[in-house]
């Protein structure tokens, strides 16, 4: 977070610690598209995301008085907003599982994503198919780094890994999403 | 930090239903309204209270 972005959201955490609504309501409008993004491409379903975005903003309302005075809202929120998704994915996995039916890796659901429907590019339409099939873990360091502008070890904090692991996970992802772009891939993710 | 960082640009926009997120920030605002749970004490209550029980009546028949 630049120093821009600080001020505002050490109030809202302010407001947060002491039940403020228009706080919360802030937060919400800063942050419900930028994690609502992050769940959709996470889960490929809308109906989840919005769920999960449900609870993740529940959460926070519920935990918002026990919050640090220098917490960071947005390594916050995302940090439940993946604990969500990963609880989403091993509940998926143990159905699929039960159901003798046991997905080969992180399940795409529906054949045309909510993403695709929203794009309004064929380059659009390309990055975020690309984005799909990267593993889950090669997708989430891309949205979490390339969309949020999170730092490799603020990432590594919400996934609970290692900061290497992540960078070199971001360099897997834009290995692959510039192989699968081809032409359409910036210069910048071609290059090694 | 040159990886992927105008992925974010290249991206369509999504957002949220508009009654949905409507609903979400209601709720949000009443929870944050409605203070921490209560529920959330009574499990250690519970917990606390067995324990000093089965220490109360442990000391019974050891020492009584």
């Given amino acids: 977070m630049d120093d821009a972005g600080a001020e505002p959201e050490r109030a809202w955490v302010a407001g947060l610690r002491t039940g403020d609504p228009a706080a919360f309501d802030a937060v919400f409008a800063a942050y419900r598209r930028r994690v609502f993004g992050y769940l959709v491409r996470m889960t490929r379903r809308r109906d989840v995301a919005e769920d999960l975005l449900q609870e993740t903003f529940l959460r926070l309302a519920q935990h918002a008085r026990g919050l640090r005075a220098e917490s960071s809202l947005r390594g916050w929120l995302f940090a439940v907003a993946h604990r969500l998704v990963v609880s989403w994915s091993r509940a998926r996995a143990v159905r699929a599982q039960l159901a003798g039916d046991l997905p080969a890796r992180e399940p795409e659901s529906p054949a045309r994503s909510p993403l695709e429907a929203v794009a309004d590019s064929q380059a659009q339409l390309a990055l975020e198919r690309a984005l799909g099939e990267l593993p889950a873990p090669f997708r989430e360091v891309a949205l979490l780094v390339g969309v949020e502008g999170l730092s490799p070890a603020e990432a590594a904090e919400i996934l609970g890994v290692r900061g290497d692991l992540v960078r070199q996970r971001l360099a897997r992802a834009r290995a692959q999403l510039a192989a699968a772009l081809g032409e359409l891939a910036p210069l910048s993710?071609?290059?090694p | 930090m040159s990886d992927l960082d105008d992925l974010s640009e290249r991206l369509a926009a999504i957002d949220v239903d508009p009654a949905r997120a409507a609903k979400i920030a209601a709720d949000g605002r009443a929870d944050l309204a409605r203070g921490p749970r209560k529920r959330r004490y009574v499990e250690p209550i519970v917990v606390a209270l067995l324990?000093?029980?089965?220490?109360?009546?442990?000391?019974?028949?050891?020492?009584?």
């Avoid at chain 2, 324990?51 to 009584?64: D, E, I, K, N, Q």
């Fill in chain 1, 189 to 191: 993710w071609r290059t």
């Fill in chain 2, 51 to 64: 324990v000093a029980s089965f220490l109360a009546w442990a000391l019974w028949h050891t020492f009584g």
